[in-house]
């Protein structure tokens, strides 16, 4: 019975230790990386594995192989897929569009800046960016919708104010009084003073009548200057008061950053910068249109306004409020349709990824991540490198293994005991960008 057990006890200590095979490697010092420790030292003791094994076997070219397997804890792992899929998340989530942005005209100043920038640029899709959310440029109509209902509601308030002047008032009294007595007063006067009291061949669009307040007689010859020119006291004292508040309504426009122009202008509107401000110039624009109807008094008639589409629509209207209620539900129904459309969709699919993510923050976890390095021996040369990767598998996904390129820095760093980043985040950050995509 004693010899018996002795071979047992000689055959359990065979099994249990390295072959030579394993030892010579283990034994093995590599000068250049660290000559104060051998292999075995080294990749023996290193506190991000679990445990480690080292085995020893024949290729299919019958050499004699090396293998050390290190299983690393799963703590650093998980920890990383988690943090990285959270981040992209959060990085989706500063990508959604607010369907309310409030586009200042200092917004739409800068919109149409970039606009004129890339005009020759062969610039197919500008991308424009308010308040550090993405619009696309399919969207350009939403901007320019939203900076038109900055407009009316500030032309809103400059007209309800000019209703409430004195100025209005006598205005509309001058004017009836003006269009009321135009034969008489086209007899009395010469003809260039009867052109810039109603316009040349009674063309009101640039006589007193034209109701610009801009219209400055003294830029036209044939515009009445003085007194002198009129041998009606009346008719001139009416002129000079005309011309007082046609001023005082221009205040009230200016207070409120408007400037009403009628020209053939191709842009509807432009802006302009002065002394830091920014002013809104709206050429061949319905604003106009609303400013004139409460200059000429409000009265029920109809009005033909151009639509989107290039048709015409005809509104019967009582009052200027009730056209700038139509212009502003037309830039509304734009944003709605825009929002509908583009950003509704878009936010959507933002929205869809952003839950992908942060469920898979949630439910990937590491199944495993090992690294393995190889060598082989030949005699008594010393061990040759054959390889060094990390093979890194997530529950319910395919493995990722490391670029064999990085086999010489996989090997070198096994010497440290910590993780380093670039190395063995590697894999992890393959199967990220795998299940990403």
């Known amino acids: 019975m004693k010899k018996i057990t002795i071979v047992l006890s000689v055959l359990i200590?065979?099994?249990?230790?390295?072959s030579s095979q394993v030892k010579q490697v283990k034994d093995y010092v590599y000068d250049n990386v660290d000559s104060t420790l051998t292999v075995g030292n080294a990749l023996d003791n290193r506190n991000i594995c679990n445990k480690t094994k080292w085995d020893s076997y024949k290729d299919e070219r019958d050499r004699n192989i090396v293998e050390y397997t290190c299983e690393f804890k799963k703590d650093r792992p998980n920890q990383f897929l988690n943090l990285t899929f959270s981040?992209?998340?959060?990085?989706?989530?500063?990508?959604?569009?607010?369907?309310?942005?409030?586009?200042?005209?200092?917004?739409?100043?800068?919109?149409?800046?970039?606009?004129?920038?890339?005009?020759?640029?062969?610039?197919?899709?500008?991308?424009?960016?308010?308040?550090?959310?993405?619009?696309?440029?399919?969207?350009?109509?939403?901007?320019?919708?939203?900076?038109?209902?900055?407009?009316?509601?500030?032309?809103?308030?400059?007209?309800?104010e000019i209703e409430k002047s004195n100025a209005l008032a006598r205005y509309q009294e001058n004017r009836k009084y003006l269009l009321s007595n135009k034969a008489t007063i086209k007899m009395e006067v010469s003809d260039y003073v009867a052109t810039g009291i109603y316009g040349y061949n009674d063309d009101q669009t640039r006589g007193l009548l034209s109701c610009d307040p801009f219209f400055d007689f003294d830029y036209f010859h044939y515009a009445p200057t003085s007194n002198s020119d009129f041998s009606n006291k009346e008719l001139a004292k009416r002129i000079k008061q005309i011309k007082e508040d046609l001023t005082s309504i221009k205040k009230i426009l200016s207070k409120h950053n408007l400037d009403l122009y009628k020209r053939e202008d191709p842009k509807l509107v432009t802006l302009y910068r002065y002394n830091g401000s920014i002013s809104v110039h709206l050429y061949n624009d319905y604003s106009r249109l609303v400013f004139e109807y409460l200059l000429q008094g409000n009265s029920a008639k109809n009005i033909t306004l151009n639509t989107k589409d290039g048709k015409k629509t005809t509104l019967s209207v009582k009052n200027y409020q009730e056209i700038l209620a139509y212009l502003e539900g037309v830039e509304n129904g734009i944003v709605r349709g825009i929002v509908e459309k583009?950003?509704?969709?878009?936010?959507?699919?933002?929205?869809?990824?952003?839950?992908?993510?942060?469920?898979?923050?949630?439910?990937?976890?590491?199944?495993?991540?090992?690294?393995?390095?190889?060598?082989?021996?030949?005699?008594?040369?010393?061990?040759?490198?054959?390889?060094?990767?990390?093979?890194?598998?997530?529950d319910g996904y395919p493995s990722v293994k490391s670029d064999s390129s990085m086999s010489s820095s996989c090997f070198q760093n096994a010497y440290k005991s910590n993780y380093v980043d670039q190395i063995y985040n590697q894999p992890i950050m393959s199967f990220i960008n795998m299940v990403a995509n």
Not at 13 to 18: F, H, I, M, R, V
Not at 89 to 117: C, H, P, Q, S, W
Not at 129 to 148: C, F, G
Not at 364 to 376: A, C, D, G, H, L
Request: charged share 35%; net charge positive; glycine share 4%.
């Open 13 to 18: 200590l065979t099994a249990c230790g390295d």
């Open 87 to 160: 981040g992209i998340a959060g990085n989706l989530k500063t990508m959604l569009v607010d369907k309310n942005i409030n586009i200042t005209l200092d917004d739409y100043a800068k919109f149409k800046e970039e606009e004129e920038r890339n005009k020759n640029k062969n610039v197919k899709y500008p991308h424009y960016t308010v308040y550090k959310n993405h619009i696309d440029a399919k969207a350009r109509s939403y901007i320019e919708a939203k900076a038109k209902l900055v407009i009316y509601d500030e032309l809103k308030k400059a007209l309800l």
């Open 342 to 394: 583009i950003i509704d969709p878009y936010n959507q699919n933002i929205t869809n990824k952003i839950n992908q993510f942060e469920k898979r923050s949630k439910d990937i976890k590491t199944e495993s991540y090992q690294q393995k390095i190889k060598w082989v021996l030949i005699g008594e040369r010393k061990p040759s490198l054959m390889g060094c990767e990390l093979e890194f598998k997530a």
